[in-house]
């Protein structure tokens, strides 16, 4: 069981990237899947999340109206599009399953299962 994220970069202040994660291993669609990051030295941060057929999503206040999370569960596919990036937008970025979420969407880190191995998104100033 696998989940490949990738389209991370280095990208100007005030400009956008979209993030793809594509799991395999088994069917995500059932799952409610999220996208967190982290930066040295510090704790992993959620970021955004989305129930599993998208119908609710939930955001961390310092991106709402900037990122937008989807998903394409026919090709067990989960997006992260950011846009109007920042410097302190600058993390890891990891997208992750969880699994026994009974539809509910939440944000903290310990209920994911399955975890991508991380995109670098660096923004600069």
């Known amino acids: 069981v696998q989940l490949q994220a990738s389209g991370g970069g280095l990208v100007q202040a005030g400009g956008s990237l979209r993030l793809s994660c594509v799991g395999s291993?088994?069917?995500?669609?059932?799952?409610?899947m999220g996208w967190f990051r982290q930066v040295p030295g510090k704790e992993r941060e959620f970021v955004a999340a989305?129930?599993?057929?998208?119908?609710?999503?939930l955001y961390t206040d310092s991106v709402k109206g900037r990122f937008t999370i989807s998903r394409d569960n026919a090709k067990n596919t989960v997006y992260l599009q950011m846009n109007s990036l920042k410097p302190e937008d600058t993390a890891v970025y990891y997208c992750?399953?969880?699994?026994?979420?009974?539809?509910?969407?939440?944000?903290?880190?310990?209920?994911?299962?399955?975890w991508g191995q991380g995109t670098q998104v660096t923004v600069s100033s």
């Open positions: 992750a399953a969880d699994r026994l979420s009974e539809g509910v969407v939440r944000g903290q880190s310990a209920r994911y299962d399955y």
């Open positions: 291993g088994r069917p995500f669609g059932s799952d409610v």
């Open positions: 989305i129930s599993w057929n998208g119908g609710s999503t």
